[in-house]
């Protein structure tokens, strides 16, 4: 670029909310490069492509990485080197979705690499990065020469309160109930992904209307600043050898045999193996003909026909690969708790698409850190997806988790979040999708099945959760919409569009485009079709499992989550821990207390429900508030001549003098009571001076009636006029005819008589 000072173009995004894009400040040996501004969020997109492609390069090398800077909000990294590491998951998906918006921009054969760097380099609490970021990435590629075809962008849209916003705040996006990332061109659709809570198609396609809006605005300001920083033409690219000649003698051998091979309707190694040995027969008649140079087309044009042939036949004749009609759906099968181990598990076969999943079951410290550079947030409900190589039948490295999986995990994930019990439920889950066969739509498959997995563990989902993968076949004014499509249908295809959703609405939605945009009349069709899909699976998936099971596996981790007034909460953990720590120990439970909203929420996890109920009764004891007047079933801790000390809550001991054990005159002790006995008691007084508990055990036994020449006795022991006037009776007798006990014990004892 040749600019000489800062360039910049604002534009209203509604509400008065001001965005700005400036060029010419920062990055200026890039190709292109702005900074995108909302309130204090500022973020910079660079983009730099090389001059020309690789040698042999077939295929368009762009790479985009969006990093969001810990600076940006003021923050120090939590690595150990205290330096941003590898992109986290928010960071891949974000990168992912200005990816799929811009590839479909360039020109087919373009094969120069380009590397497009978007960073976080201020942030603020209330406005969403990840929702300027392809607008950022898009502008710098409008004022730099590289050969793009249009101008893009990219909004979010929620629905709060039954009002469509487009770039919510934080807080607004926390109360929607739709939210859905729309990329567009001028005049197409081009990419969305999102969620809802069981939206309607119309609903949709309304976001989609609201988003085409807003997003013409930004790309209209793009345009503006193209113009000011005097951007006037692309520059010149090394197009592909080609050889028409040879184009020409490989359609005329191949494209009856290849048209063949795709109308067989056999399966997909089958399909294959006869497509590899067609080109191997066409690379024997081509035979030493070919120049050197020639060589490497020869695979090129036989992808190119296979394209094309596949796709007419499709078009004309209605025929896809494997034989079915353009709605028709794989064959299912599907089983649940087929491993004796996992908390919940699920097979979902549908046609060479397998997926087993498994649900795990844990504890609030199993929770997930999800960490940005603005915030850190822990979620309870996990679900991870992997795809080995086995399952295409190939060999490869296993380097990790991929920018693909994380994508269809993040899918499925937000798809099953709809459905999952709220805030109260104890539960951290994970799901784990393994894809062991793919043939196209293997995160619908992870969908469906993790669905059945979490009724099969007994997770209170109420609804059942099914995905179809639709695709798009369109050639001038001509298009056909296939659901559930192949691998190879996706691969020759112009749309990926997985939806997601229950028998009452949209969950989940992934759209990917690789033509000029999708027109809302086929967004609408394509809508439809895929409502009746995802019904027809719902209904075998209803036949399989109908409901969660009432409750979890006996294997299955035991949790209660109770709430405590906040004031408890130190009485619980205890000084540095000590008490909290002596229940785990002595329960082998697991006991998480935080404060949350004013109140104190224990989660309490145990393997085994004797430790769970013992772990519980303990913390309701601590943070018991005792009665007058309550009966407790109380444990003898220890026995005095003057009576017993009994624990009738958890950690809350009250004597049980001797006069109140029984009705009959106890002389001492002895024989009474021992340690460990269970006794049931009635708290009768707390002390108001001391907080001392006087307990009874006789105002529970029926008073026996007077045995005749007992009248004295009972009288003695049971009236206050005789022991008032002379300090004595039967009961006075008693203290002066033994030893006095300790003063400790002494001043007890009278505590907890009856008043005089």
Same mark, same amino acid.
């Not at 120049?291 to 026909?305: N, Q, R």
């Not at 989550?561 to 821990?577: H, L, N, R, S, W």
């Not at 003898?636 to 624990?647: H, L, T, Y």
């Not at 529970?700 to 009288?715: N, T, V």
């Given at each position: 670029?040749?600019?000489?000072?800062? #360039?910049? /173009?604002?534009?209203?995004?509604?509400?008065?909310?001001?965005?700005?894009?400036?060029?010419?400040?920062?990055?200026?040996?890039?190709?292109?490069?702005?900074?995108?501004?909302?309130?204090?969020?500022?973020?910079?997109?660079?983009?730099?492509?090389?001059?020309?492609?690789?040698?042999?390069?077939?295929?368009?090398?762009?790479?985009?990485?969006?990093?969001?800077?810990?600076?940006?909000?003021?923050?120090?990294?939590?690595?150990?080197?205290?330096?941003?590491?590898?992109?986290?998951?928010?960071?891949?998906?974000?990168?992912?979705? @200005?990816?799929?918006?811009?590839?479909?921009?360039?020109?087919?054969?373009?094969?120069?690499?380009?590397?497009?760097?978007?960073?976080?380099?201020?942030?603020?609490?209330?406005? #969403?990065?990840?929702?300027?970021?392809?607008?950022?990435?898009?502008?710098?590629?409008? /004022?730099?020469?590289?050969?793009?075809?249009?101008?893009?962008?990219?909004?979010?849209?929620?629905?709060?309160?039954?009002?469509?916003?487009?770039?919510?705040?934080?807080?607004?996006?926390?109360?929607?109930?739709?939210?859905?990332?729309?990329?567009?061109?001028?005049?197409?659709?081009?990419?969305?992904?999102?969620?809802? +809570?069981?939206?309607?198609?119309?609903?949709?396609?309304?976001?989609?209307?609201?988003?085409?809006?807003?997003?013409?605005?930004? @790309?209209?300001?793009?345009?503006?600043?193209?113009?000011?920083?005097?951007?006037?033409?692309?520059?010149?690219?090394?197009?592909?050898?080609?050889?028409?000649?040879?184009?020409?003698?490989?359609?005329?051998?191949?494209?009856?045999?290849?048209?063949? @091979?795709?109308?067989?309707?056999?399966?997909?190694?089958?399909?294959?193996?006869?497509?590899?040995?067609?080109?191997?027969?066409?690379?024997?008649?081509?035979?030493?003909?070919?120049?050197?140079?020639? +060589?490497?087309?020869?695979?090129?044009?036989?992808?190119?026909?296979?394209?094309? /042939?596949?796709?007419?036949?499709?078009?004309?004749?209605?025929?896809?690969?494997?034989?079915?009609?353009?709605?028709?759906?794989?064959?299912?099968?599907?089983?649940?708790?087929?491993?004796?181990?996992?908390?919940?598990?699920?097979?979902?076969?549908?046609?060479?698409?397998?997926?087993?999943?498994?649900?795990? #079951?844990?504890?609030?410290?199993?929770?997930?850190?999800?960490?940005?550079?603005? *915030?850190?947030?822990?979620?309870?409900? =996990?679900?991870?997806?992997?795809?080995?190589?086995?399952?295409?039948?190939?060999?490869?490295? !296993?380097?990790?988790?991929?920018?693909?999986?994380?994508?269809?995990?993040?899918?499925?994930?937000?798809?099953?979040?709809?459905?999952?019990?709220?805030?109260?439920?104890?539960?951290?889950?994970?799901?784990?999708?393994?894809?062991?066969?793919?043939?196209?739509?293997?995160?619908?498959?992870?969908?469906?099945?993790?669905?059945?997995?979490?009724?099969?563990?007994?997770?209170?989902?109420?609804?059942?959760?099914?995905?179809?993968?639709?695709? !798009?076949?369109?050639?001038?004014?001509?298009?056909?919409?296939?659901?559930?499509? !192949?691998?190879? *249908?996706?691969?020759?295809?112009?749309?990926?569009?997985? /939806?997601?959703?229950?028998?009452?609405?949209?969950?989940?939605?992934?759209?990917?485009?690789?033509?000029?945009?999708?027109?809302?009349?086929?967004?609408?069709?394509?809508?439809?079709?895929?409502?009746?899909?995802?019904?027809?699976?719902?209904?075998?998936?209803?036949?399989?499992?109908?409901?969660?099971?009432?409750?979890?596996?006996?294997?299955?981790?035991?949790?209660?989550?109770?709430?405590?007034?906040?004031?408890? =909460?130190?009485?619980?953990?205890?000084?540095?821990?000590?008490?909290?720590?002596?229940?785990?120990?002595?329960?082998?439970?697991?006991?998480?207390?935080?404060?949350?909203?004013?109140?104190?929420?224990?989660?309490?996890?145990?393997?085994?429900?004797?430790?769970?109920?013992?772990?519980?009764?303990? @913390?309701?004891?601590?943070?018991?508030?005792?009665?007058?007047?309550?009966?407790?079933?109380?444990?003898?801790?220890?026995? +005095?001549?003057?009576?017993?000390?009994?624990?009738?809550?958890?950690?809350?001991?009250?004597?049980?003098?001797?006069?109140?054990?029984?009705?009959?005159?106890?002389?001492?002790?002895?024989?009474?009571?021992?340690?460990?006995?269970?006794?049931?008691?009635? #708290?009768?007084?707390?002390?108001?001076?001391?907080?001392?508990?006087?307990?009874?055990? +006789?105002?529970?036994?029926?008073?026996?009636?007077?045995?005749?020449?007992?009248?004295?006795?009972?009288?003695?022991?049971?009236?206050?006029?005789?022991?008032?006037?002379?300090?004595?009776?039967?009961?006075?007798?008693?203290?002066?005819?033994?030893?006095?006990?300790?003063?400790?014990?002494?001043?007890?004892?009278?505590?907890?008589?009856?008043?005089?």
């Amino acid at each position: 670029m040749s600019i000489k000072q800062p #360039l910049s /173009v604002t534009f209203d995004i509604g509400g008065g909310r001001m965005v700005s894009i400036e060029t010419g400040k920062l990055a200026r040996q890039a190709n292109g490069s702005v900074t995108v501004r909302q309130g204090k969020c500022i973020i910079l997109a660079t983009v730099v492509a090389n001059s020309e492609p690789k040698e042999g390069q077939s295929f368009f090398p762009l790479s985009v990485d969006y990093q969001e800077k810990f600076a940006s909000a003021g923050r120090v990294p939590g690595s150990f080197f205290k330096r941003e590491a590898r992109l986290n998951d928010y960071e891949i998906l974000t990168s992912r979705l @200005i990816d799929r918006a811009l590839r479909p921009l360039f020109p087919e054969d373009y094969f120069c690499d380009v590397q497009v760097l978007v960073s976080l380099i201020s942030s603020d609490e209330e406005v #969403l990065p990840d929702s300027l970021a392809c607008l950022a990435a898009s502008a710098a590629l409008a /004022v730099s020469d590289i050969p793009i075809q249009e101008i893009i962008s990219e909004v979010r849209i929620a629905r709060v309160a039954g009002e469509m916003i487009v770039n919510p705040t934080r807080a607004q996006l926390a109360a929607s109930d739709l939210e859905f990332m729309i990329a567009a061109t001028e005049k197409n659709i081009m990419m969305v992904e999102g969620e809802a +809570k069981e939206c309607q198609e119309e609903d949709l396609v309304k976001a989609l209307e609201v988003a085409h809006q807003a997003i013409r605005i930004q @790309i209209k300001a793009q345009q503006e600043l193209r113009d000011k920083a005097g951007v006037v033409g692309k520059r010149e690219y090394t197009k592909p050898y080609r050889n028409p000649e040879l184009e020409q003698k490989i359609i005329a051998f191949a494209k009856d045999k290849m048209h063949a @091979i795709s109308a067989s309707a056999s399966q997909k190694h089958e399909r294959s193996d006869a497509f590899s040995a067609l080109q191997k027969e066409l690379t024997e008649y081509l035979g030493g003909e070919i120049p050197d140079e020639d +060589k490497k087309l020869v695979g090129h044009y036989f992808g190119e026909l296979q394209y094309h /042939v596949v796709r007419d036949m499709i078009l004309d004749e209605g025929r896809r690969l494997d034989g079915r009609g353009t709605e028709d759906i794989r064959t299912l099968t599907m089983e649940t708790d087929l491993l004796p181990t996992p908390h919940g598990s699920a097979l979902f076969t549908r046609g060479e698409t397998q997926s087993l999943t498994t649900v795990t #079951l844990g504890t609030p410290l199993d929770e997930l850190l999800v960490e940005s550079a603005f *915030e850190s947030n822990y979620t309870k409900f =996990i679900l991870h997806y992997n795809f080995p190589p086995f399952s295409t039948g190939e060999v490869k490295m !296993l380097r990790g988790v991929g920018r693909r999986e994380v994508g269809h995990g993040n899918l499925a994930m937000r798809s099953l979040k709809q459905m999952m019990p709220g805030s109260d439920y104890p539960y951290t889950v994970r799901v784990v999708s393994d894809i062991l066969e793919s043939n196209g739509s293997s995160s619908m498959a992870t969908v469906c099945a993790g669905s059945l997995a979490l009724m099969d563990a007994g997770v209170p989902i109420k609804k059942h959760v099914s995905g179809v993968a639709m695709g !798009l076949i369109k050639k001038d004014d001509k298009f056909a919409i296939l659901t559930d499509i !192949l691998g190879d *249908e996706d691969h020759l295809g112009d749309m990926d569009f997985k /939806v997601t959703g229950t028998r009452e609405g949209i969950c989940g939605v992934q759209m990917d485009i690789k033509v000029d945009g999708l027109s809302m009349e086929i967004m609408r069709k394509a809508l439809e079709q895929a409502r009746r899909g995802r019904l027809h699976i719902l209904d075998a998936m209803y036949a399989t499992v109908d409901q969660a099971r009432e409750d979890v596996k006996p294997h299955a981790p035991r949790m209660v989550k109770i709430t405590i007034d906040k004031e408890f =909460i130190g009485a619980v953990i205890g000084p540095g821990g000590k008490v909290i720590q002596e229940i785990q120990r002595e329960t082998g439970a697991t006991i998480n207390i935080e404060e949350i909203n004013g109140v104190g929420e224990v989660s309490i996890f145990s393997k085994e429900k004797a430790g769970l109920d013992k772990a519980l009764a303990w @913390i309701n004891g601590l943070v018991a508030v005792p009665v007058i007047g309550e009966v407790y079933e109380g444990t003898v801790k220890s026995i +005095k001549e003057f009576g017993a000390f009994v624990e009738f809550i958890p950690k809350k001991e009250g004597l049980l003098h001797i006069s109140e054990i029984s009705w009959k005159r106890l002389e001492s002790m002895e024989g009474v009571l021992k340690e460990g006995d269970s006794v049931k008691v009635k #708290l009768l007084d707390i002390d108001p001076r001391t907080g001392k508990f006087k307990l009874s055990r +006789k105002v529970l036994i029926p008073k026996p009636e007077p045995q005749p020449g007992m009248e004295h006795e009972g009288g003695h022991r049971g009236g206050n006029h005789s022991r008032g006037h002379n300090g004595g009776g039967h009961g006075g007798n008693r203290t002066h005819n033994r030893p006095r006990p300790s003063n400790e014990g002494e001043q007890t004892v009278n505590q907890n008589q009856p008043s005089e």
